[in-house]
């Protein structure tokens, strides 16, 4: 198993490494945790503690995206343990390298609808036997190979969303919620009073919390 994790910065990784650790395949798994943040030094006690040293790895030396991809569509599974997400960047970004994708249904973690419109996206209760099931079973999927791309995904690219954004603000400007500045541009004051108005299909998460998962 391969896990990949933007950023170390909540607890919820530890539901995976909890799951890592109760799953039998018939291979073994390789689990790379990549990321920095406050919850890194308990983590990694937490694998030493359950006799994982061998299985889950950490790295913190990640910063270029373009690696961070490849780290994605090198895995089998995604997995994105969050108990509380606003969006969900990472397992969009997942889902858009084509890896199949594994979520909570937790109701705080909004990323579970984005998961759940894909084929290869797989939605389940956030407990430990439900995750290492869930993971399993995607591992499983993916070895019978690689799904067509999904076009909706294109929906959420960074020029169709600036082109979204772009539209919201003629609309808010036409409709008189925002009036533009005598040098150009638009006040916060402004974009709070026309926020309920329009809204963009996105926003980037303070902190993501994923990982990925594939046979070694």
């Not at 983590?43 to 490849?70: C, I, N, P, Y």
């Not at 499983?140 to 539209?167: C, H, M, N």
């Amino acid at each position: 198993v391969s896990d990949w994790s933007s950023d170390v910065c909540s607890s919820d990784l530890d539901l995976l490494i909890d799951a890592v650790a109760t799953m039998k395949t018939d291979r073994p798994l390789r689990v790379l945790i990549v990321g920095d943040g406050p919850e890194k030094l308990n983590l990694a006690k937490q694998v030493a503690e359950m006799g994982l040293a061998d299985v889950v790895r950490f790295r913190s030396d990640v910063a270029d995206h373009t690696e961070v991809f490849a780290l994605m569509k090198a895995a089998q599974v995604f997995v994105f343990p969050s108990l509380r997400e606003g969006f969900g960047i990472a397992p969009l970004e997942a889902l858009a390298c084509g890896t199949r994708v594994v979520t909570t249904s937790h109701p705080d973690n909004q990323a579970r609808h984005l998961v759940a419109r894909s084929d290869r996206g797989y939605v389940t209760e956030a407990t430990v036997e439900a995750l290492a099931a869930c993971i399993q079973e995607a591992l499983a999927d993916a070895s019978l190979g690689s799904k067509p791309t999904e076009t909706w995904i294109e929906e959420f690219d960074w020029s169709a969303v600036a082109e979204e954004y772009r539209d919201a603000l003629i609309s808010s400007i036409a409709s008189g919620h925002l009036r533009p500045r005598a040098g150009g541009g638009v006040s916060a004051s402004q974009m709070a009073k026309g926020k309920g108005q329009n809204r963009t299909r996105t926003s980037r998460p303070s902190c993501a919390r994923c990982a990925a998962t594939s046979h070694s």
